[in-house]
């Protein structure tokens, strides 16, 4: 059973950094471009940045250069790293394929980012 478990949110003030977390599990990670996702209130899910099974990593460019994303496939681990946050990064975090959306989606985690 397909399950995604992220952590590593919470409150920052702007300027502040913050390093999620996404425990994958129940398909073979190691085969699956992998991406986080985010979701503000009132607004459709957007992708954030994707890393490849091998490959370049990409971003969007609301967060390039800010964001780093990161993945250890020895334990089904796909990171977050964000730097110089800014109030419109507030939003409820997701990790899942990039290629493949499986289901279900993971609860998320919150970051909110104010003064």
């Known amino acids: 059973q397909v399950q995604f478990v992220e952590s590593g949110g919470g409150l920052v003030q702007p300027g502040g950094s913050l390093r999620l977390s996404c425990a994958a599990s129940g398909f073979i990670f190691s085969r699956y471009h992998m991406a986080w996702y985010r979701q503000a209130p009132g607004k459709q899910r957007e992708l954030v940045a994707d890393i490849p099974i091998i490959g370049i990593t990409n971003y969007a460019n609301s967060v390039k250069g800010r964001f780093t994303i990161s993945r250890d496939n020895a334990k089904n681990m796909v990171y977050l790293q964000m730097n110089s946050l800014k109030p419109e990064d507030t939003a409820v975090y997701y990790c899942?394929?990039?290629?493949?959306?499986?289901?279900?989606w993971g609860q998320g985690t919150q970051v909110t980012v104010s003064s």
């Open positions: 899942n394929g990039r290629i493949t959306i499986l289901l279900p």
